[in-house]
Structures are given as C-alpha cells and as structure tokens.
C-alpha cells in the first residue's frame, strides 16, 4: 500500500545556469546515494509556489542562489515511492554559489556543459530540457 500523500508527487527543479566565457554552464547534483546525476528538485512546499519551491531547493540541495524563471521551461516524470512524480523545471541564473549549503555532505555540485548534462543525466525527458535549453 502507499502511503506517500498525493501532493508528494508535485515536484519542481531547477536548471541552475550560468555563462562562462560566452559559454553556458549548469550545475549537476548528485542524487544522495551519490550514484547518479540529477537537478535540485523537490515536493512543491504548501504555501510556495513551484518556482519559489525550486529555488529553495538549489539553495538546500546545490548550494546557489540566483534569478528563478517566472515559468518553467519544461517537465519530465520519474518512478519513486510507488507512482510516478511530475517535476516542473525553472531556469535558475546562478548569482550567487555558496561554500557551505545544508546537503554539502551529502551531495556533490558539478559545472559541466549543457551537451554533458544531456549525456549524464539519466531521465530521458530532462536529457531533452538540456538539449532545448543549448539550443536557445
């Protein structure tokens, strides 16, 4: 039986980007067994807006903070606890990287290339938020 409540399978994410040399950057995350690489994201918080529940995240889970987008650029699903979540994803234009976040010790943070992020991550859907997002 589940017992994870409905409202659990609303998440949202974040992109968290940034331009280097005229190149844009994003930053992976590693999921908290550390086997795989993901995006900050999370339940949609009571009382937050999905793009206000996503920044929060990338500020516990990566550690950045920054410009969220007002809509997101996309969504993708994954299975977990039984059923299957829906992830709406932001775009996050880094400001700001801390040195100390809540999950440090948990997690790994990795800039790498848009084209790498497509390759690393594992959600067929999120491979092809990637892969739009280069071609902007």
Not at 40 to 45: A, I
Not at 103 to 117: C, N, T
Not at 123 to 130: D, G, I, M, N, S
């Amino acid at each position: 039986m589940n017992t994870v409540p409905q409202w659990f399978y609303r998440q949202s994410g974040v992109i968290p980007y940034r331009v280097v040399n005229e190149e844009i950057e994003v930053l992976l995350i590693t999921s908290r067994s550390g086997k795989r690489w993901i995006i900050p994201k999370g339940v949609v918080e009571p009382g937050m807006s999905p793009a206000e529940s996503a920044a929060k995240e990338a500020r516990e889970e990566a550690g950045v903070e920054g410009e969220i987008s007002a809509a997101p650029s996309g969504e993708y699903e994954y299975p977990k606890w039984g059923g299957v979540c829906k992830v709406e994803v932001y775009l996050l234009k880094v400001t700001t990287i801390h040195p100390e976040w809540p999950e440090k010790y948990f997690r790994e943070r990795r800039w790498v290339s848009v084209e790498e992020a497509a390759r690393l991550v594992r959600e067929t859907e999120l491979k092809a938020l990637f892969l739009a997002f280069s071609m902007r």
